[in-house]
DNA sequence: ATGAATAATGTAATAATATAACATTTACTT
DNA sequence: AAGTAAATGTTATATTATTACATTATTCAT
């Protein structure tokens, strides 16, 4: 074989077969419509999807999106985990943007604070109308 | 009939019946849990769980946990819709703790500008150990 | 009061999302 | 090569949510 044919050659055949899907898309997927995409390179059931999608998220390069059921690459270098994320969703046109800057780190460190809590994970999703779609 | 059983004489009966099981919980309840409590009050069916759900969300007596899948009566006096909310979840105990404060929404204020975006509807769910859990 | 319009409900069926269980294969370590 | 851990294949099932359509209750103008 001339060339490692997956992104990051650490990622098993699934996990790159999903990521890819991820990557191609425009917008977040539902697991089951990555199964659908995939099923002409073998997928022929959710849990091949599910368990890419556990490590691919454990290993930081794809989100869930809690408020839509779905999934989208990571678009940062590099999402570590003391970095948070904050989604920002248009209802209209689905388009996702992934905010990172300490800024939300710091606001979820004084929220984990306030609570009295040891943060492991944090979830911010805003749901708008994006700047294109409410020109129209 | 004396007294009106309802806490707002607004709601409907399965409205009613809904926002108590929410009241009387300790945690968050998934719509199959609540309509396991009511069965004994007459549930059937889902729809009439989700339904009474929508309502009560809409008029800003109960969250969705997006995270969770589930439902929480809301702890303030009035969570009106300029009011962002966040919720921080202890993973051991699965209390939750609703945190409500200007700081809130002025951060979600600022994250939708920076994105252009005209917000709609903001989820901060924020997962950690509390206090208590960390101790045992 | 009456009838039209609106909102809420009842019920069955189904869709969409996610996991459990167990056998098999592959990759890594010694 | 043998042993171990990780990943995969496959079937079945659990959990969460909605569609569709018939019925009943409430509201409001006449
Ligand atoms: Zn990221
Ligand atoms: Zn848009
Ligand atoms: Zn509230
Ligand atoms: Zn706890």
Redesign the pocket.
């Known amino acids: 074989m001339l060339q490692d044919p997956n992104i990051d050659s ?7 077969l999903v990521l890819e899907s991820l990557n191609d898309a425009r917008g977040p997927l ?4 990555i199964l659908d995409k995939l099923r002409n390179k ?11 999608l ?2 691919l998220t454990e290993f930081g390069f794809v989100h ?1 999106l ?1 408020s ?4 989208i690459a990571c678009k940062h270098a590099s999402c570590d985990d003391s970095a948070a994320t904050a989604f920002v969703i248009c209802d209209s046109c689905e388009v996702v943007q992934e905010m990172s800057d300490i800024s939300i780190s710091n606001f979820m460190a004084v929220l984990a604070n306030k609570a009295s809590v040891k943060p492991i994970k944090s979830n911010i999703e805003l749901h708008g109308i994006c700047n294109d779609c409410e020109k129209k």
């Open positions: 650490s990622l098993t055949k699934n996990q790159s539902s697991a089951y419509s073998g997928f022929k059931a959710p849990l091949q999807v599910y368990r890419a556990d490590k869930r809690e839509l059921n779905s999934f």
